[in-house]
């Protein structure tokens, strides 16, 4: 057997819920700086910052379905001001590893588009904390390795 993962081998929840995806995109980005001191013209260290994760999903719509404001994704236009965050897990199907998890997702962009057949949307986001299956973080939501320990 293959250790290659495909989509197709992939499940998808956002609030505890299965969705249709399409396709899945996260991109985390560092926010290193450097340092300098006074007799050196280049940098001298690269000093950590922060981590911030923005993504991508493309979802089908489906008939009745409310969109991703009836799935408690986004809020409606007149309810944007008490929108809530809400929470993506990917797992592999065959092993059940977690791929992609974040509890304090927010929206940033939608847009739809209809097709040959299908309804489907870019939903564009970003999330506060992230993990995988890497051997240092959990599998349990809010108690990963970027979590702060109060």
């Given at each position: ?108 962009s939608q847009s739809w588009k209809i097709g040959r057949g299908y309804v489907m949307g870019t939903v564009s986001f970003t999330c506060i904390n ?20 109060p």
């Amino acid at each position: 057997m293959s250790r290659l993962l495909t989509g197709a081998q992939t499940v998808a929840h956002i609030n505890n819920k299965p969705y249709a995806m399409a396709s899945f995109d996260w991109s985390v980005s560092y926010q290193r700086r450097e340092a300098h001191c006074v007799d050196w013209l280049g940098p001298v260290e690269l000093i950590p910052g922060s981590q911030t994760v923005h993504g991508t999903m493309i979802i089908y719509r489906l008939r009745g379905d409310g969109g991703i404001e009836s799935a408690g994704i986004a809020g409606t236009q007149m309810d944007s001001s008490v929108e809530k965050y809400f929470s993506i897990l990917v797992t592999d199907r065959i092993g059940g590893a977690t791929l992609f998890q974040a509890d304090r997702c927010s929206v940033d962009s939608q847009s739809w588009k209809i097709g040959r057949g299908y309804v489907m949307g870019t939903v564009s986001f970003t999330c506060i904390n992230w993990n995988n299956e890497t051997p240092d973080s959990t599998n349990r939501l809010g108690q990963d390795r970027n979590t702060p320990n109060p």
